[in-house]
């Protein structure tokens, strides 16, 4: 599914993160330490290569909310940005908490005048973020900052389960998008 927000695209796939050919950087759902681990981290970490975990240390730890960006290595990517995002009933208030994992996303991808960006769904895993509420964050602060972006072109969420492509498909729609590629 695709729709239109001004002059950005926001994209839903089924996939796997670590093949978004043709995307700037690809989202890490990090942990605290910016280490490999299990989920998206662990896929993530294996694909790019042992430099991932290198340069990572150098801004290890971080807090929930917060994003850094590195180099892709391995990856088909330019750029890695790593979020913590909130552990849901644990960091709180989590919905701002997720929220800003997007926002800095999406400004770190400014400042480096990216043009496209792959979010997996932050915190849905085994921080136990429940995907409707999750989807709900994600979708709206990017529809909200679509308007303000200037580099950013395009917004793609790789899902890796179909029922969470489902979620976020009709969330998506529920806040205006067609489906069609115009909203």
């Known amino acids: 599914m695709k729709t239109r927000i001004g002059d950005v695209e926001i994209e839903l796939v089924r996939g796997d993160i670590t093949r978004q050919e043709g995307i700037d950087a690809v989202v890490n759902a990090a942990n605290a330490q910016l280490l490999p681990g299990g989920g998206v981290a662990g896929a993530i970490h294996r694909a790019a290569g042992p430099q991932l975990a290198e340069e990572c240390r150098k801004y290890a730890p971080i807090r929930p909310g917060e994003a850094v960006i590195t180099g892709a290595y391995n990856l088909p990517n330019r750029y890695v940005i790593h979020c ?100």
């Open 84 to 183: 913590l995002g909130p552990r849901y009933g644990i960091d709180r208030p989590e919905e701002e908490l997720l929220a800003r994992c997007y926002r800095n996303a999406l400004w770190l991808a400014e400042e480096k005048g990216l043009e496209s960006v792959a979010f997996p769904a932050i915190s849905t895993g085994a921080f136990g973020y429940p995907v409707e509420e999750a989807a709900r964050v994600a979708l709206r602060t990017v529809w909200e900052m679509a308007p303000t972006l200037r580099q950013v072109k395009r917004v793609r969420f790789v899902l890796y389960r179909p029922t969470d492509e489902e979620v976020h498909r009709r969330i998506l729609e529920q806040l205006g998008g067609s489906g069609g590629g115009g909203a």
